[in-house]
Nanobody, 118 residues
């Protein structure tokens, strides 16, 4: 069984920073693309940033220049969030496409809440 465990959410004032981390565990052959999504109350879940196995990154326009996604190794991923705004408030979900006993399965973390106060 493959699991994604997130950490690092919390409450921060506007202009502040937070760092989210995600670690994949279980019987894994390879973790392909990893990403962070977020969902604010009453809104659809949206992609924040993603990073491929080879290190190529992609960002939502709303976070470009403020957020940085990185992979420490093949199974862990971080999201450094700077200059946070109240509109960044949401539950952030780690996502990964993993090959274990089944190839290229999508896995989600349980979510971590980020609250940015004005």
């Amino acid at each position: 069984q493959v699991q994604l465990v997130e950490s690092g959410g919390g409450l921060v004032q506007a202009g502040g920073s937070l760092r989210l981390s995600c670690a994949a565990s279980g019987s894994i052959f390879r973790v392909h693309t990893m990403g962070w999504y977020r969902q604010a109350p009453g809104k659809q879940r949206e992609l924040v940033a993603s990073i491929t196995y080879g290190g190529s990154t992609n960002y939502a326009d709303s976070v470009k220049g403020r957020f940085t996604i990185s992979r420490d190794n093949t199974r862990t991923m971080d999201l450094q969030m700077n200059s946070l705004k109240p509109e960044d408030t949401a539950t952030y979900y780690c996502n990964a496409r993993v090959t274990s006993t089944i190839p290229y399965v999508e896995v989600w973390g349980q979510g971590t809440l980020v609250t940015v106060s004005s």
